[in-house]
């Protein structure tokens, strides 16, 4: 008779048997396999897109339609009230350089509510309102980023406020806990039926519905330039950036960092980490719909080129790390060449080269900028470096 304990690693083997093949990584550029992207400028019906208007009222909102029912989820359409408060106000922040706001967002749909923190310092010695770098924050807590009793490259807000900018962060779990069991606790909490739908969106969409709801507040913060918002993200974060920058055009700008795989990452290359591999590892990130093309990632109706394609004419930077081959660096830079023709539309013209550039070499001209750091998969002072450089050469500062 056969044990229970020796049944166990039969059925083990067998289900890791059917599984790896879509887990199995590649990092060797030469295993690449072929593909065909869709053609951003070629709409369902195969009319070519040549202008800015047949981009904007035919082609854009069919590719956004397309991310939210395969990839993305759809978000909600609206709210039935939303309240600002601010919970701590100091004025001599960092030795008297800058105030710190905290200031607690209230949504309220049908008398269920959820609540959005917001950590924010402001540059003193400015005339009139200062553009705003809005991080998804992922890792530190509210406490961490508002003391400054640890300063590191992750939220280096010292830095950027001796740029003259502003600096925000909100946690990811206030919209959207970061795990399979619970990340229904926040904002799918007031949206049930899209929690419910296979097209609904999940926890990214939840991180980037949750970024434009402290737009809605930056619209009225005086301190603040409105119309010079750029939303920033790393890895998990930087994949919610990219698809708030997409769905909200108030965002000035876009900093997606090491956001790989379904963030700036070709899903179609077979390099580090798949769309099998992350919907498997992370269900609770994408809509239920985009788990059907784990092993069938060539008849996706979009990759991430056409993620990048509808935040333009507004810039968009991404970036990599040297030793992070997961998040497939010449697979993102190859998503903003790829973009580059909806941005030339409007007349934006990028001058990225047609390879990527040497390690450390940042590229900072709008529209569309990239830098490969030496290094592993984080944020750093580095890259707000040149998020700031390349801020200030489209603002003209």
Known sequence: MISKKSILPLILLFVFAEILPSLAQNYDES????????????SSNDQKVRTVKEWETIRRPEILSLFEEYV?????????????????????AMEGKAILKEVEIKVTQRSESVKINVVMFVPQKTIGPVPVFLL?????TRNTLASRDTISG?????????????????????????????????????YPELAAADNGMKAIGSWAWAASRVMDYFQIDRDLAANKISVVGHS????????????????????????????????????????????ITF??????????????????PVDQHMLISLIAPRP????????????????????????????????????????????DTPLLQPPLGYHNRTGQHDLTFYDWKQFVRFANVYYGN
């Open 31 to 42: 295993k690449v396999r072929s593909f065909i992207l869709p053609d951003v400028l070629k």
């Open 72 to 92: 993305y989820g759809k978000m909600p359409s609206g709210y039935d009230k939303i309240e600002y408060r601010i919970t701590r106000l100091d004025s001599s």
């Open 136 to 140: 998804i924050n992922n890792r530190s």
């Open 154 to 190: 992750f939220w280096p807000a010292e830095q950027v406020i001796e740029s003259g900018y502003a600096m925000a962060a909100f946690h990811y779990s206030d919209a959207a806990p970061d795990n399979v069991q619970t990340y229904k606790n926040g904002v799918l909490r007031i």
């Open 236 to 279: 998990r974060g930087g994949k919610a950036a990219l698809w708030a920058a997409a769905q909200d055009k108030r965002f000035a700008m876009c900093f997606s960092n090491c956001s790989g795989n379904t963030g700036a990452a070709i899903s179609r290359r077979n390099f580090g980490e798949t769309v099998a591999r992350i919907n």
């Open 283 to 300: 269900p609770h990130w994408f809509n239920n719909n985009y788990k059907k093309y784990n092993d069938n990632v060539n008849a996706l």
């Open 316 to 359: 968009v930077y991404t970036t990599n790390a040297s030793e992070d081959l997961w998040a497939d660096p010449t697979g993102s830079y190859l998503s903003l060449k790829k973009a580059a023709p909806v941005f030339a539309l409007y007349g934006e013209t990028s001058t990225l080269p047609q390879t990527a550039p040497a390690l």
